[in-house]
């Protein structure tokens, strides 16, 4: 894998890892900040759902971060793409089903990444 695609998968493992860590352990402190549209009496009730939906950004951030340490390129290549593409999947939900705003942040950089690996 070129470096280039090395850190953008890298940069969608640490975006993914922050997620996990927001949703798990900052639901009530940072969620209200960042979701400001979302009632402040809901984020102690949601606590629970956030941190499970965190476990699984948790996952996406652990297979990618895992397809840099396989040695053998085109399992490593695979293993990256069909996160990345798990990643694109989970971000067009959010965009439906919360904020268009989650597409950008989070399907386009795995978008990028995807079409990078493709070309190369």
């Known amino acids: 894998m070129s470096i280039v695609i090395s ?7 640490l975006l993914h890892g922050y997620f996990m860590w927001f949703e798990m352990f900052a639901w009530t ?7 400001k549209n ?3 009496e809901h984020f102690e009730k949601t606590k629970s759902l956030a941190a499970n939906q965190g476990l699984y950004n948790g996952f996406l951030a652990a297979g990618l971060i895992w397809s840099l340490l396989i040695s053998d390129g085109m399992w490593s290549t695979n293993i990256a793409l ?3 593409g798990c990643v694109v999947v ?3 939900y ?3 089903s919360v904020s268009k705003r989650i597409f950008y ?7 990028i990444t995807i079409i990078l690996i493709l070309l190369k």
């Open 29 to 35: 402190t940072v969620g209200k900040k960042t979701f």
């Open 38 to 40: 979302f009632p402040a």
């Open 105 to 111: 942040i989070q399907a386009v950089p795995a978008i």
């Open 94 to 96: 959010g965009a439906y």
């Open 82 to 84: 069909f996160i990345l």
């Open 7 to 13: 850190i953008l998968i890298g940069f969608v493992a």
């Open 90 to 92: 989970a971000g067009m």
